[in-house]
């Protein structure tokens, strides 16, 4: 298990600091139906990651992802596919990042955050922690090296759990903050998304670029041994 976790700690960090999601929650805790609808983006979220992880359990668990307790050729090519990809999105969001001290642009559906109803707010959840590509690719990341230790199912199933839970710190931060300071909590919040959407860019790239490191890094030593 302790193997498992090293691998997928920087991984769920990753997810947990994605600025998106935070931003998000933060709009829809400013709304009259801001606590339902923050718990509900929370449990879309953690249903979204769990059923990718699961999913990538699964198959990898069919396909041998570790052999004779050394991880699989093909988990470590993949590993270095995410990279790359992650390593291309990295420069996407460099190339695209705001210039001359611009504000950065949130998503234009984030308007419309005022009218969500708790079921839409779910499936936000789950489209930014499943859908996301790059939240996509490290949950992908993360399943597979949860898989290539050999840990059993049970402990397999514990590591994804705590994968979850860490990478779901981020977006429940700002519900963590609203629902424990109430009415004190407007300006907290409001800096912390202020804060987040001018560092989008950066968070993004840096994040992009040092899980793009170690998951080439693995996939390199992998295949060398």
């Known amino acids: 298990m302790g193997q498992a976790i090293g691998q997928i700690l920087p991984l769920a960090i990753?997810?947990?600091?994605?600025?998106?999601?935070?931003?998000?929650?933060?709009l829809m805790l400013s709304t009259p139906d801001g606590a339902s609808n923050g718990r509900a983006f929370l449990l879309g979220w953690v249903v979204g990651l769990s059923v990718v992880g699961a999913i990538v359990l699964l198959v990898s668990s069919g396909?041998?992802?570790?052999?004779?307790?050394a991880p699989a050729d093909w988990v470590s090519w993949l590993k270095l596919i995410l990279?790359?990809?992650?390593?291309e999105a990295a420069v996407r969001r460099w190339r695209s990042r705001p210039r001359d001290g611009r504000p950065a642009e949130l998503p234009k559906w984030m308007q419309t955050v005022d009218r969500f109803t708790a079921g839409r707010s779910a499936a936000m959840g789950v489209a930014l922690a499943a859908i996301n590509p790059k939240n996509l690719l490290l949950t992908?990341?993360?399943?597979?090296?949860i898989?290539?230790?050999?840990?059993?199912?049970?402990?397999?199933?514990?590591?994804?759990?705590?994968?979850?839970?860490?990478?779901?710190?981020?977006?429940a931060l700002p519900v963590g903050i609203h629902l424990t300071m109430r009415e004190r909590s407007e300006r907290a919040l409001a800096?912390?998304?202020?804060?987040?959407?001018?560092?989008?860019a950066a968070i993004m790239i840096v994040i992009c670029l040092?899980?793009?490191?170690?998951?080439i890094g693995d996939a390199i030593a992998g295949l060398s041994a």
């Open 191 to 200: 800096g912390l998304q202020e804060w987040m959407a001018a560092h989008n």
């Open 63 to 69: 396909a041998d992802a570790s052999q004779q307790g």
């Open 14 to 26: 990753g997810v947990a600091l994605s600025p998106v999601p935070i931003v998000a929650v933060v």
């Open 147 to 171: 898989a290539q230790t050999g840990l059993a199912a049970g402990g397999q199933v514990g590591a994804l759990a705590i994968f979850v839970a860490i990478a779901t710190l981020g977006p």
């Open 140 to 145: 992908v990341g993360a399943a597979a090296a």
């Open 210 to 215: 040092v899980i793009a490191a170690k998951l």
């Open 83 to 87: 990279g790359l990809l992650l390593l």
